[in-house]
C-alpha cells in the first residue's frame, strides 16, 4: 500500500514538474527580449536564461526536497535593464556584477539567522496580505495577457472584447482549468494546457506553421558567460544598483517563498530553499542573466499536487532541454498561458480567508500591500509601502512598543531605498 502510494506521488510530481514548466516556459522567451535592450544578444540571454532557470531549480530539489523552480524575476529584469543599464549608465557587464554581489549578501542574510528573525518579526497578518497581493498581480497579469482586461481612455482599464479568438480560447481554458480542479483530476493543469493548445490550432489562433526549428546560436553565449564586471565597484551607481536589487530579491523571494511553503506544509523548513534562492542570483551573475526569484507559477505545480524534489527535477530537466523544445512551445499561445496564470491567482487570493481579524492598524497596512502591489506592478513596493505605514502608525498610536526591532530596521531600509531610488532617477 505505502509503495503504491509513493509511486503515485512521484507521477504526481513529475506531472506537477511539467506543470511548472509549461506555465514559466514563456519566461525564456520575454526574459531574453528585454535583456536584449540592455545590449545582450536574443540568443545569448535565452541561453543563460535556461541554464540559469535549469541549474538553480535542480539545486532547489536537492538541497531543500521542495516543487520549486527559480527564474529571472518579471520586472526585476526591467529593473535590470532600464534602470541600472538604460538610466544610471552602468554597462550590462558592470549590472551583471552587481548582480552576482547582491547573490552574496542575499546568501550570506540567508544563511545566518536574520532569517528566522525577519519572518518572526513580520506580523502573520502581514505575510498572509504579501501572498494575497501577488496573487492580484497575477491574475491582473493574466486578464491583461487574455485580453479580457484592456487599456481604457476613461477609466484606465475596461473589458476587452470577449469574442476576438484568442481571449475566447483562454474563457474556455480556463473554464476546462476550473472543471477539471474542482473534480479533482490529477494533472488538471498539464491536460488544460495540452487541450488548450490543441483548441488553439481548431480555433486558428496558432498554426503549426509558427513552428520554427531553427536552432539556438550557441556560441553567442560565451560572450555573457563570466561576462560579469566588477572595475566600477566603489562607484555611486554600481553601489546604488546592489543595494536596489538585493531589497527587490530578498523581500521578493521572501514574500512569495513564505505562501508556497505554507501550501505545501513545509513553512518551518523555510531557510533551506530560502538559501538556494540567495546562490541563484550568485548563479545568474555568473551565466549571464537578470536576478532571479523562486517563481510564482510554482504554485501551477503545487495545485497538481507538487511536493517534492522530482517535481523540481522534472521541471530543471525540461528548463535544459528547452533548448530544443523551445520550437514546439512556442505552439502554447498567450491565450492558454494567460487562464493558467488567472487560475494561479486565484488560489493565492484564497489565502485571504486565513488573515485573521486585526485592529485597524493591521487593517490599513493589509489593505495597502495587497492593492499596491498589483496597482504599481510591483511586489517590493507593496510590501515596502505597507510596512512603512505599518510602523508609522503603531507609533503614531503610542504602540511603538508591539514592533519588534528587526521590524523598525526593515521600515529604516525600505525609506532608504525610497529615497536613493528617487535621488537616482529610479522612482519619478
Known sequence: ??????????????????????????????????????????????????????????LMGLFSDTPLIVVP???????????????????WQDALGAVFVSGIIFTIIASTKLTPILLKSIPSNLKHAITVGVGFLILFIGLQKSG??????????????????????????????????????????????????????????????????TMFNMGAFKDVFLGMSFKNILSIPFIVAVFSITIVIVFENMGILYGQMEAIGKVEEFQKPFKIAGISNMIAGMFGTSPTIVAAEN???????????????????????????????????????????????ILMIQTFFDIEKGDVIDTIAMILIITLIPFT?????????????????????????????????????FILSFIMNVSMGIIH
Do not use: W
Open 1 to 58: 500500500m505505502k509503495q503504491t502510494l509513493q509511486k503515485n506521488q512521484i507521477k504526481t510530481d513529475v506531472l506537477a514538474g511539467c506543470t511548472t514548466f509549461i506555465a514559466s516556459v514563456y519566461i525564456i522567451m520575454t526574459n531574453a527580449l528585454i535583456l536584449s535592450d540592455a545590449g545582450i544578444s536574443q540568443d545569448a540571454a535565452m541561453i543563460a536564461t535556461i541554464f540559469t532557470c535549469s541549474l538553480s531549480t535542480i
Open 73 to 91: 524575476g518579471m520586472g526585476i529584469n526591467s529593473l535590470f535593464t532600464y534602470t541600472i543599464v538604460n538610466s544610471m549608465g552602468l554597462s
Open 148 to 213: 479580457l482586461v484592456v487599456t481604457n481612455e476613461n477609466t484606465m482599464v475596461g473589458l476587452g472584447n470577449v469574442a476576438n479568438k484568442e481571449t475566447l480560447l483562454s474563457i474556455i481554458t480556463l473554464l476546462i482549468i476550473l472543471i477539471l480542479h474542482i473534480r479533482n483530476v490529477n494533472g488538471n493543469l498539464l491536460i488544460s494546457i495540452i487541450i488548450g493548445s490543441v483548441l488553439s490550432l481548431i480555433m486558428g489562433v496558432t498554426t503549426l506553421n509558427n513552428v520554427d526549428m
Open 299 to 345: 504554485f501551477s505545480g503545487i495545485s497538481a499536487g507538487g511536493k517534492s524534489k522530482i517535481a523540481a527535477f522534472t521541471s530543471g530537466i525540461l528548463f535544459l532541454l528547452s533548448l530544443f523544445l523551445i520550437p514546439v512551445l512556442k505552439l502554447i499561445p498567450n491565450g492558454v498561458i494567460s487562464s493558467v496564470l488567472i487560475f494561479i491567482g
Open 377 to 413: 506592478y510591483n511586489i517590493v513596493n507593496g510590501i515596502a509601502l505597507g510596512f512603512i505605514v505599518y510602523t508609522l502608525l503603531r507609533i503614531a498610536s503610542g504602540k511603538g512598543k508591539e514592533i519588534s526591532p528587526a521590524m523598525y530596521i526593515l521600515t529604516g531600509l
